[in-house]
């Protein structure tokens, strides 16, 4: 290749990734983000152990599935580790830290998973995942609470 063949290709080619730097993308949500440590589980005598973990998450939106608005959050539990639990309340308490503005949420769903989406509106948001346990005839057992820190 000529000198001038090279100059004119390498200068197609700075073009080219200005343009793909400046093109606008399409905006995908930040995938499920999890909370601190998975919650303990305590007081379940449930196949042999006395403890299980229950883990949580939280996305922002937008996302189309699940659907999460702008100045959302969807909070979800799930079994982290065994034993699972025969039935189960969780819930969430969070914190707008840049509005002020708070909440409290019950977790629903299908169990072992439970999920709600939240207004929290835009900015740095702290949550608390916490709840109790139920093993039929056995007595209710503690998810002891467990945090995450969350922007949307």
Do not use: K
Not at 31 to 53: D, E, R
Not at 72 to 92: C, D, N, W
């Amino acid at each position: 290749m000529t000198a001038r063949r090279i100059l004119r290709w390498s200068a197609l080619a700075g073009v080219g990734a200005a343009a793909a730097l400046v093109a606008p993308a399409t905006a995908a949500a930040a995938p499920p983000h999890p909370f601190g440590p998975p919650a303990l589980t305590v007081g379940c005598p449930n196949q042999g152990s006395l403890m299980s973990l229950t883990g949580a998450t939280g996305q922002s939106g937008p996302e189309q599935s699940p659907p999460i608005g702008p100045g959302e959050l969807r909070f979800a539990s799930f079994p982290a580790a065994p034993p699972i639990p025969a039935a189960g309340q969780v819930s969430v308490a969070w914190i707008n830290l840049n509005t002020g503005a708070a909440g409290v949420a019950d977790l629903l769903g299908d169990y072992p998973y439970y999920s709600a989406t939240v207004h929290t509106g835009p900015g740095n948001i702290r949550a608390m995942v916490f709840g109790t346990i139920n093993l039929g005839s056995m007595p209710l057992c503690q998810v002891n609470p467990t945090f995450g820190e969350f922007v949307v």
